[in-house]
């Protein structure tokens, strides 16, 4: 059963960048689509953005075009997700999520579809 | 993009059913069969509980069903049971991406 481990809490100063990771382990990696949704205290959940490994071009959510890059490293079966220009609204814990369906296997489906393995979630607190 | 709509809570008691609503727009919900449902317990990762609209992955409980009418999905949690009380909610696909609803809190009285 595939697992999705994530790097452990970070705490940023305003201005400054975090990158998390996200490695998968106990199955395929590189044909499945990852992405990242965060999740500010209190509130909802909210997608960011995703990738899918094998072909390493990444979508991302309007509202954080220009601040996030999404990256994966198929020889590590790692993904990783990299906010700049930090504020204290980005407070929030993140996490990675697979998509359910194997490009290979589906190559018809244009992802994201729905999320069935998530990782624990990594805390960034944003704080002076 | 807005969130999709959802009521803020609901709540039931054990052995009843309740049905959480998702409202979006024909540009989301209504334009495509990609509306999904997840779980989500204080301190946890969200769970699926149902995908493409009306699909149970496999150890999901079958008292959870999903159906949609035009801009609005619903989630319909029959027989309540205590650790049905969660955080739940939809999203949907929308041009190569998803957007989430605001969330249900579902509280069993």
């Known amino acids: 059963q595939v697992q999705l481990v994530q790097s452990g809490a970070e705490v940023k100063k305003p201005g400054s960048s975090v990158k998390v990771s996200c490695k998968a382990s106990?199955?395929?990696?590189?044909?499945?689509?990852i992405s990242w949704v965060r999740q500010a205290p209190g509130q909802g959940l909210e997608w960011m953005g995703g990738?899918?490994?094998?072909?390493?071009?990444?979508n991302y959510a309007q509202k954080f075009q220009g601040r996030v890059t999404i990256t994966a490293d198929e020889s590590t079966s790692t993904a990783y997700m990299e906010l700049s220009s930090l504020r204290s609204e980005d407070t929030a814990v993140y996490y990675c999520?697979?998509?359910?369906?194997?490009?290979?296997?589906?190559?018809?489906?244009?992802?994201?579809?729905?999320?069935?393995?998530w990782g624990q979630g990594t805390m960034v607190t944003v704080s002076s | 993009q807005s969130a999709l709509t959802q009521p803020a809570s609901v709540s039931g008691s054990p052995g009843q059913s309740i049905t959480i609503s998702c409202t979006g727009t024909?540009?989301?919900?209504?334009?495509?069969?990609?509306v999904s449902w997840y779980q989500q317990h204080p301190g946890k990762a969200p769970k699926l509980m149902i995908y493409?609209?009306?699909n149970r992955p496999s150890g999901v409980s079958n008292r959870f069903s999903g159906s949609k009418s035009g801009n609005t999905a619903s989630l319909t949690i029959s027989g309540l049971q205590a650790e049905d009380e969660a955080d739940y909610y939809c999203?949907?696909?929308?041009?190569?991406?998803?957007?989430f609803g605001g969330g249900t809190k579902l509280t069993v009285l």
């Open positions: 999520a697979r998509d359910r369906l194997d490009i290979v296997v589906v190559p018809s489906y244009d992802p994201p579809d729905a999320f069935d393995i």
């Open positions: 106990g199955g395929t990696f590189s044909s499945y689509a």
């Open positions: 990738i899918i490994p094998i072909f390493g071009t990444a």
């Open positions: 024909s540009s989301d919900v209504g334009g495509y069969n990609y």
């Open positions: 493409e609209v009306s």
């Open positions: 999203s949907s696909y929308t041009s190569s991406s998803t957007m």
